[in-house]
């Protein structure tokens, strides 16, 4: 049962082949004989998930549920959750249980999916390896000295071990599909605004942007379905209708038109990484897709203009994490800047101080022209070029990371050589523009990641493409090798 | 050597609105501590602001009632710094773009004379919350109701020469806003703070001197005394040699003086920069327009229909609409009385006495206008005369109820009855012969000098309630008959 994916479930369910309640116990259990081994969850909630399930089969009972209700899922640790702690894999929210739940929560809540619990990150979303996180690494299910990737490590390594038949994701630089490429998954960062920000623990306002995480297209595009929407609450949420992306799956691809960025596929790109881009390609010709090349030219400046754009809004949107109102609070403060600087220095890791403090440098008198103001212009530069692009394309092609996933603790001294590695998935986020990472075969029996990047709000276009490649090669199926699937 | 104050204010207005300006929480006044701070409010993780329309709508309204050019996208910025009761550990306020730009108001001076102080830009902003020091043994409560609540700042030109000008052109801001409706100008609440810039170089220099910030001063009274306390400061320190220190202080009002509370060398650097959680703000022509329409009476237009439509004096009109309390107080007195000419009188001469004795502003008077305006009824029906008035006046400012009730319950109704009358005139005459002879004997010129002492009599008989007038006529017909 557990190997299903949401889209069979959801059949089964409707078909009466088993309860919600079954299902759920299924995952429970799976996730107690397994996850020891991998640590992507940090909260299981059980006892919630079996009221959950319990629910959704009364309402299935009823003659009202919806695709996904009674289905499991998991959420990322910072999606906030109502009386279910929300830690973001930080000390500084080591026990903090939100009153509240994000909107993207309550939507799924109210389609009637079932949450099992809260997957492990990287600390505040501010990593690629998952190693940032206070709960510990992530181990990736393919090969357990390899890191899953981050941010959304966690939901990555649960859904590839099938540990839940698909999460919830943030995407700042890649947090999406960077993990999903490193775990052999589908994973789709949505346009700027086309799902709520509202309850997301923010780590770069203009930035961040929930997903859906799954093992196919077809499930992705069952989870958006539930997530995406204008939400009155967030004034950078889009107000525009939300189409059927399930409907649009099985369009054909004749005629696509697919951009190959000449700056993505330089002489430094490793040589089975581009072979494996170009068997992808030539199943996407088949399917009816010509292929071009395409400029991005200000490529190379995406990743400093992310790094001082992402930790400057991080540096002030950290802030309220000061010891004050709730969270962490050191232990027995004399005065107002020893509980300032003591709950911050032991709340908060190493990573996300660096960044705090790369934000705060960065917007600092005397230096926010020579940065800030100047990575803003950048990030206007980017977001023309692939304007520019998608004028003469429908969707730019690449690898979503440059290699594999690489070993835990390998690249944790050299935090630059991470940040670069992230060249492929940044600029989409600084042009706010929706892109999908899908398994594109093995490289030394780890799994590798294709980036399509689509034109504002094509999500239902990126789901299509991704189905259809599907339709056609089986990467997407293979199960990891790193634990009993 | 002739010295020169130079002065500048920065006016926080608390705006009106029912919620917050970026949450749907109260505003309202007094409420127990936290009890109006939502997650919003209380910066909970993934909370996220929301823009309150009605406070741009205001200050728009501001903007446009001093003239000023309308910032058609404005942009939120985060201001940082970390304070307890700053809940995100930055204020979501405006720094490049303000949503109204330069304009200009006049102020009436002493001399009768007026003069133009510009106003820089106005912001939208909101509040913090409040630090409550005592009650906390060792430690510090923070009260979160006001935090969110939406703030205009107004920022005036370095214009202003003397603490009256300072305060003449805070008063006019707060005629403004209190007229617009958009603040409730209640200084005591601290609905209108203000910062107070002030230098001072010598006379004819055309640099200016260095400058200090008094922070926060919240009366009328208390901003005279402190840009004063503080001009003489800077002028002892400059007489003796010294150099002025740029830094902001502390108007302590218990000693009438300044103190340094933070040098600018321990200044923040705010880092501000624009917000990511919400989109600047775009606003068209048509909205302008449709605000401009909606304007209430401004007090240069109130002025000159009080002088118009009242008759009444230029300094009279001025000072009944120096206020949207004033001229609301002074228009519903004067269409109770009937007689608005009186109504100024009464407003302007017996009820101002008493509120400046009391330091009462207008809002806080005990006498409802209505109050005011039936005892002005009274005399004009003469029901009671002028003279009696003024008792039930001092009854009424103590809380002894409507005039009719004072006038019936302490029997001051005055006596018309020509019968009770004669019979007093009667007594008196019996009581007074020598005086009756003198006035008898004495000729046409003399006796208008003599009638005085059988009126005063007769008057102080009947306690003050006998008709003057009719006391006169008996008084002529008895004595000359």
């Given amino acids: 049962m557990h190997t299903k994916t949401a889209a069979e479930i959801s059949q089964d369910l409707q078909a009466g082949k088993y309860t919600s309640v079954e299902i759920t116990q299924v995952f429970l259990q799976r996730i107690k004989q397994i996850d020891s081994s991998l640590n992507s969850y940090i909260t299981v909630s059980e006892e919630q998930a079996l009221e959950q399930a319990k629910a959704a089969d009364a309402r299935r009972a009823a003659g009202n549920a919806g695709p996904l209700t009674g289905v499991p899922f998991a959420h990322k640790d910072i999606f906030c959750t109502d009386g279910i702690r929300t830690t973001c894999a930080s000390r500084m929210l080591e026990n903090f249980v939100p009153p509240y739940n994000s909107t993207v929560a309550q939507k799924l809540l109210d389609a009637g999916a079932v ?67 490193f775990c052999g ?90 072979d494996l881009i170009q068997a992808a390609i030539k199943e996407l010709e088949a399917l ?74 960065a917007l600092s008198a005397g230096y926010y022209d020579a940065y800030y103001r100047k990575a803003q212009q950048i990030r206007r530069l980017i977001r023309d070029d692939f304007v520019k692009a998608l004028e003469s ?49 093995l490289i030394d029996g780890l799994p590798a990641g294709l980036q399509l990047v689509g034109n504002y709000f094509e999500e239902a276009r990126l789901l299509n493409i991704a189905h259809q490649f599907q339709q056609r090669t089986q990467w997407h199926t293979l199960a990891p090798q790193g634990v009993p699937v | 050597m002739e010295w020169e104050a130079v002065i500048g204010l920065e006016i926080h207005t608390q705006l009106s609105t029912k919620s917050k300006i970026f949450s749907g929480s109260s505003t309202a006044f007094g409420a ?173 220099q055309k640099e200016f001197g260095t400058r200090t910030e008094i922070k926060n001063v919240n009366s009328f009274r208390f901003v005279e005394r402190a840009i004063n306390s503080e001009i003489q400061r800077q002028i002892e320190i400059l007489e003796d040699g010294g150099r002025v220190i740029q830094e ?66 230029d300094y009279d009109a001025s000072v009944l609409s120096a206020s949207r309390a004033m001229a609301d107080y002074f228009e519903r007195v004067a269409e109770v009385a009937g007689d608005a000419k009186l109504a100024a009188n009464w407003v302007m001469v017996e009820l101002s006495r008493l509120l400046n004795q009391n330091n009462l502003e207008i809002e806080q008077s005990p006498i409802p206008a209505e109050h005011l305006g039936q005892l002005i009824q009274r005399i004009r029906d003469n029901t009671i005369s002028g003279k009696i008035a003024k008792q039930v006046f001092e009854d009424m400012w103590n809380g002894e109820g409507s005039p009719d009730h004072i006038i019936e319950t302490k029997g001051l109704k005055q006596v018309t009855d020509t ?28 006796r208008k000098k003599l009638i005085g002492f059988f009126v005063g009599q007769t008057m102080k008989a009947s306690q003050g309630k006998a008709n003057p007038q009719q006391v006169n006529e008996v008084l002529k017909k008895k004595l000359e008959g």
């Fill in chain 2, 32 to 204: 127990e501590p936290n009890t109006q701070a939502c997650a919003v409010d209380l910066a909970m993780p993934g909370m996220l602001p929301v823009l309150n329309e009605e406070a741009v709508r205001m200050a728009v309204m501001f903007g446009l009632a001093i003239e000023a050019e309308i910032g058609k996208r404005s942009v939120f910025d985060r201001k940082n710094y970390f304070y307890p009761d700053l809940p995100k550990g930055y204020q979501t306020s405006q720094f490049e773009f303000p949503i109204v730009g330069r304009g200009h108001v006049e102020i009436q001076l002493e001399d009768g004379t007026n003069k133009q102080i510009g106003v820089t830009r106005a912001h939208l902003e909101e509040d913090a919350g409040k630090s409550l020091h005592e009650d906390f043994h060792g430690m510090t409560g923070i009260d979160l109701n006001r935090a969110g609540t939406p703030l205009l700042e107004i920022v005036s030109e370095p214009d202003m020469r003397s603490a009256k000008e300072a305060v003449a052109y805070l008063r006019k801001i707060h005629s403004i806003v209190t007229y617009l409706g958009i603040c409730d100008g209640n200084m005591a609440e601290g609905s209108m703070r203000c910062d107070c810039n002030v230098s001072v170089r010598p006379k004819g």
């Fill in chain 1, 185 to 274: 998954l589908t994973g789709l960062k949505p346009t700027y605004g086309r799902v709520s920000r509202l309850g997301v623990v923010a780590f770069a306002s203009s930035l961040d942007q929930a997903g859906p995480m799954a093992r196919t297209a077809e499930d992705a595009a069952l989870m958006l379905q539930a997530m995406a929407g204008f939400d009155p609450k967030d004034s950078t949420c889009a107000e525009r209708d939300v189409p059927d992306y399930l409907a649009a799956l099985n369009q054909p691809l004749d005629g696509l038109r697919i951009g190959l960025p000449k700056e993505y596929f330089g002489a430094d790109l490793d040589p089975a990484m581009a």
């Fill in chain 1, 115 to 181: 949450c099992l619990g809260k997957t492990n990150m990287d600390e505040f979303a501010m990593g690629s390896s998952n190693e940032t996180s206070y709960f510990g690494a992530v181990k990736n299910p393919w090969e357990l000295s390899r890191v899953s990737g981050g941010s959304s490590g966690g939901s990555a390594a649960a859904v590839a071990a099938r540990l839940t038949p698909f999460a919830t994701g943030t995407d700042t630089g890649g947090s999406i599909r960077q993990p999903a490429a």
């Fill in chain 1, 288 to 361: 009816g897709a010509q292929v071009q090349e395409i400029s991005l030219p200000n490529t190379a400046l995406s990743v400093p203009a992310y790094y001082v754009i992402a930790p400057a809004e991080a540096s002030a949107n950290l802030s309220r994490f000061d010891g004050v109102r709730y969270g962490y609070r050191c232990e027995n403060p004399t005065n107002l800047d020893d509980l300032y600087m003591r709950t911050r220095a032991e709340g908060f890791g190493d990573e996300v101080k660096r960044r705090i403090l790369i934000g705060t440098y």
């Fill in chain 1, 393 to 441: 394309v429908d969707v730019i092609l690449s690898p979503t990371t440059p290699g594999t996933a690489f070993n835990l603790n390998a690249m944790s001294a050299d935090p630059v050589s991470m940040y670069l590695a992230d060249l492929f998935t940044i600029p989409v986020n600084l042009a706010g523009l929706p892109a999908i990472s899908m398994p594109a075969g």
């Fill in chain 2, 419 to 446: 019968g009770a009358i004669e019979a007093v005139v009667d007594e008196i005459i019996a009581k007074n012969p020598a005086q009756v002879e003198q006035y008898r004997a004495a000729d046409e010129d003399r």
């Fill in chain 2, 248 to 313: 902001t202080r502390l108007y302590d009002a218990d000693k009438n003086e300044t103190r340094s509370m933070r040098s600018k060398e321990f200044a923040n650097d705010y880092r501000y920069f624009p917000c990511p959680d919400l989109l600047p703000v775009v606003i068209g022509d048509d909205y302008i327009e449709a605000i401009r329409q909606s304007l209430p009476e401004l007090p240069e237009q109130k002025r000159q229909r009080f002088s118009e439509q009242y008759g009444l004096s």
